[in-house]
C-alpha cells in the first residue's frame, strides 16, 4: 500500500504533487467542468502495447509533475497542457521509440465522454469532460485515464499491476490536531 502524506502521490519513481482539500471530497459537490482528465489509450492489446502504455504514463506523469506544482485553477491547467501538447507528444514518441515500436502518439485537448470512475473516496459521475488525449499508434487497446486537475492519478486501486494508493491530507492532519 502506497500512503501519500504531505500532498506528495509517490509511486515507485512517479510523484505527482497534489492539492491540499481532496480528502474525503466527494462527487455532489463537485461538477464535470471543475475537472481536467487524462486519457492514453494503447495501439492494441497485446501485452508489449499495454506496457509501453504505462511507461508513457510514468514519463508524462513525470514531466508534467514539476508544472503542476505552480498550477491552482483548472484554467491554469488547460493552458499548462495546451502549451505544452507538442512536449507531450515528443515525449510519447521518444518511448515508443526506444522501446522499439514503429507507431507513433497523438496528444490533444478535447472533450470526451467518460464512464463513472471513482479515485478513493471521489467519484466522478459519467459524462463529458475536457481531458489531454494521448492515442498510442492506433488508439484500439485498453485504455487508462486519470484526473490530471485536480491532480489525482494513482489513486486508483489497480493502475498496471500497482497496489492502492491512501491520500492523507498534511493539512487536515494539522488541522486535526488543534480542534
Not at 502504455?53 to 495546451?82: C, W
Not at 472533450?111 to 471521489?122: A, K, T
Request: glycine fraction near 10%; include cysteine.
Amino acid at each position: 500500500m502506497k500512503v501519500i502524506v504531505g500532498g506528495l502521490f509517490v509511486v515507485g519513481a512517479v510523484a505527482i504533487l497534489a492539492i491540499g482539500g481532496l480528502f474525503g471530497m466527494g462527487a455532489t459537490g463537485n461538477t464535470k467542468s471543475e475537472f481536467l482528465r487524462l486519457h492514453i489509450r494503447a495501439n492494441s492489446n497485446s501485452a508489449d502495447d499495454q506496457a509501453v502504455k504505462y511507461l508513457i504514463r510514468n514519463a508524462i506523469i513525470d514531466d508534467l509533475t514539476p508544472m503542476f506544482s505552480l498550477v491552482t485553477t483548472r484554467e491554469q491547467a488547460m493552458h499548462t497542457l495546451g502549451d505544452n501538447i507538442p512536449r507531450i507528444k515528443r515525449i510519447s514518441n521518444e518511448v515508443l521509440a526506444r522501446e522499439g515500436f514503429d507507431y507513433q502518439a497523438r496528444a490533444a485537448l478535447r472533450s470526451e465522454y467518460f464512464p463513472i470512475r471513482n479515485y478513493g473516496n471521489l467519484t466522478l459521475p459519467n459524462g463529458i469532460y475536457d481531458a489531454l488525449i494521448i492515442e498510442l499508434g492506433a488508439g484500439e487497446g485498453n485504455n487508462w485515464w486519470s484526473v490530471v486537475y485536480p491532480p489525482l492519478c494513482f489513486l486508483d486501486n489497480n493502475i498496471g499491476g500497482e497496489r492502492g494508493v491512501i491520500y492523507r491530507s498534511r493539512l487536515q492532519e494539522i488541522i486535526s490536531r488543534f480542534f
